[in-house]
């Protein structure tokens, strides 16, 4: 039988209220809401943790310090990032908060002190390359929290699973010539950013490290989730260990998100997730941190975070 280890750990903060968008903008602070709804219906143990803001030195293995003074100068202004990446008075400690709780989840789920975790937070973060912000991301929250792990975490080999109906650019970006990263991307093509072909596997060392699979629009979930589970199968045939796995968990490829046009489920979201578990227990990862990137039908939101966070548990 598939047990977990105790209760997932959820790590919220008010802070990210403060991060405002115009109205209209998809993603609001109401995502938050939805989310935990979703953590407070899902039939499993949680234990809620207020996070801190991330350390400059965290922040700084990703993220150029002119980078990270440009944000903070944009954000005293409310001046934008880029056409649709919108910024406000309270955007730097939302987004500083949010890096901060990965990093937090991350050193938690090493320690042993949980099996899975997840990071309820926003802004999203997988476009964010290292200088710079897009797609409504800011700081890059996953690859933080990933070269954190490798830097002080006794943690050598990190694998990201992204399945964010976008392709997370920033983070493929930011590991595509490190070996000690595998990045794992399925996501809707043709569709915003416009990168994460097939031919895309890294660079340098890392070359074979990156692996995307781009699905067209109105996949059907079956063949949706069965390219999942081959690209998953493709990771750990590839000889790579990971010590930990992180789910950058957009929910986003939801048949109701008007952000796309592919038809997933909430139990489509369940079944990848365990998939994702599985994949972790039997690379003998130390366990899962999901870290919330996209999603912007609010029902769906809830019962993908229900589903999600009950599959998560058993890691």
């Known amino acids: 039988m598939r047990q977990g280890r105790g209760p997932v750990l959820v790590y919220y903060s008010d802070a990210f209220r403060e991060h405002r968008n115009p109205p209209g903008h998809p993603e609001r602070v109401e995502r938050l809401d939805a989310v935990l709804a979703g953590v407070e219906s899902a039939k499993v143990p949680v234990r809620r943790l207020e996070p801190a803001e991330v350390?400059?030195?965290?922040?700084?293995?990703?993220?150029?310090?002119?980078?990270?003074?440009?944000?903070?100068?944009?954000?005293?202004?409310?001046k934008p990032m880029d056409a649709d990446t919108y910024t406000s008075p309270g955007t730097?400690?939302?987004?500083?908060?949010?890096?901060?709780?990965?990093?937090?989840?991350?050193?938690?789920?090493?320690?042993?002190?949980?099996?899975?975790?997840?990071?309820?937070?926003?802004?999203?973060?997988?476009?964010?390359?290292?200088?710079?912000?897009?797609?409504?991301?800011?700081?890059?929250?996953?690859?933080?929290?990933?070269?954190?792990?490798?830097?002080?975490?006794?943690?050598?080999?990190?694998?990201?699973?992204?399945?964010?109906?976008?392709?997370?650019?920033?983070?493929?970006?930011?590991?595509?010539s490190d070996p000690r990263v595998s990045y794992f991307s399925i996501h809707q093509s043709p569709l915003y950013p416009g990168t994460g072909t097939r031919r895309e596997m890294g660079r340098g060392k890392g070359r074979g490290f990156t692996l995307n699979v781009p699905m067209p629009p109105n996949s059907s979930p079956a063949n949706y989730v069965a390219a999942f589970g081959r690209g998953l199968d493709r990771v750990g045939t590839s000889g790579f260990v990971p010590d930990?796995?992180?789910?950058?968990?957009?929910?986003?490829?939801?048949?109701?998100?008007?952000?796309?046009?592919?038809?997933?489920?909430?139990?489509?979201?369940?079944?990848?997730?365990?998939?994702?578990?599985?994949?972790?227990?039997?690379?003998?990862?130390?366990?899962?941190?999901?870290?919330?990137?996209?999603?912007?039908?609010?029902r769906a939101l809830t019962e993908c975070t229900a589903a999600h966070l009950e599959e998560l548990s058993l890691a």
């Open 55 to 78: 350390t400059t030195e965290d922040l700084f293995r990703v993220h150029s310090p002119d980078h990270v003074r440009a944000v903070e100068e944009a954000c005293s202004m409310r």
């Open 92 to 176: 730097y400690r939302a987004t500083l908060t949010a890096a901060g709780a990965c990093v937090q989840a991350v050193a938690a789920v090493l320690r042993g002190d949980a099996g899975a975790a997840f990071c309820v937070v926003r802004p999203p973060g997988h476009h964010a390359e290292a200088d710079r912000s897009m797609g409504f991301c800011i700081f890059n929250n996953v690859a933080v929290a990933a070269a954190a792990a490798l830097a002080g975490m006794s943690c050598k080999a990190v694998s990201i699973v992204d399945w964010d109906v976008h392709h997370g650019n920033g983070t493929q970006k930011i590991f595509c």
């Open 244 to 298: 930990i796995v992180m789910i950058s968990a957009g929910f986003d490829a939801h048949a109701a998100d008007r952000l796309s046009r592919e038809n997933l489920q909430a139990d489509d979201f369940r079944r990848m997730t365990r998939l994702a578990v599985d994949f972790a227990r039997a690379s003998g990862a130390g366990g899962v941190v999901s870290i919330l990137e996209g999603g912007y039908d609010l």
